[in-house]
């Protein structure tokens, strides 16, 4: 099981990147949390990874804090979750966040992030209580600038990204609308869109 990957980032598209090593080329699959601090494509990056194996797949998954991973992980032990939630958990909000949200109960916020239902928020609620009191220290998620070689259009990226995080496409454009300002990078519309779905 690889635990960390030091490579050229070659390619980034929520929820992908692909990382060099040495030539060989690795896919990731990644939260926004990350996407939102990695460094411009051509640049070195280092990752967490978490790798899981089914009966006919294999998936790799890329974290740039452990933090993050160790929530991923934390978080498909709740009954009744998968890797896509847990994505989805870190796409949605920060790793103390969530804590803070776990830890005061707070299942309608919980249930704002996509694929979480009030049951499900329930769960996490009584199972990850004792977990994720002070267990992410240092998850505290730091938005980095938007990279000067993000696409033209931003908005599309957005919408698309939502989109691939579980929004139905109509909401994904409404919550985009609603967060678009003038100038605005992808990862910035789609940080303000999840934050404000939280509210």
Do not use: C, N
Request: net charge neutral; aromatic share 6%; hydrophobic share 45%.
């Amino acid at each position: 099981m690889i635990g960390r990957l030091r490579g050229i980032l070659v390619h980034k598209q929520p929820p992908w990147l692909v990382v060099d090593v040495q030539g060989v080329g690795y896919e990731l699959e990644a939260p926004m949390s990350t996407f939102y601090d990695l460094p411009d494509v051509g640049r070195e990056v280092s990752l967490f990874t978490h790798h899981a194996q089914k009966e006919d797949s294999v998936s790799l998954y890329g974290f740039l804090r452990d933090a993050e991973r160790r929530l991923f992980r934390d978080v498909q032990r709740v009954s009744g979750i998968g890797a896509k939630i847990a994505l989805a958990v870190l796409s949605g909000t920060s790793v103390d966040a969530f804590a803070r949200l776990v830890q005061v109960g707070d299942v309608a916020a919980l249930t704002r992030i996509p694929g979480i239902g009030k049951k499900t928020a329930e769960r996490m609620v009584v199972e990850l209580r004792d977990r994720t009191a002070g267990a992410y220290g240092d998850g505290v998620m730091v938005i980095g600038d938007a990279s000067p070689g993000a696409p033209a259009d931003p908005f599309s990226e957005a919408v698309v990204a939502l989109q691939q995080l579980g929004y139905k496409p109509a909401d994904a454009q409404r919550m985009a609308r609603a967060a678009f300002t003038d100038g605005d990078a992808a990862e910035s519309i789609i940080r303000k869109a999840l934050q404000a779905a939280l509210r």
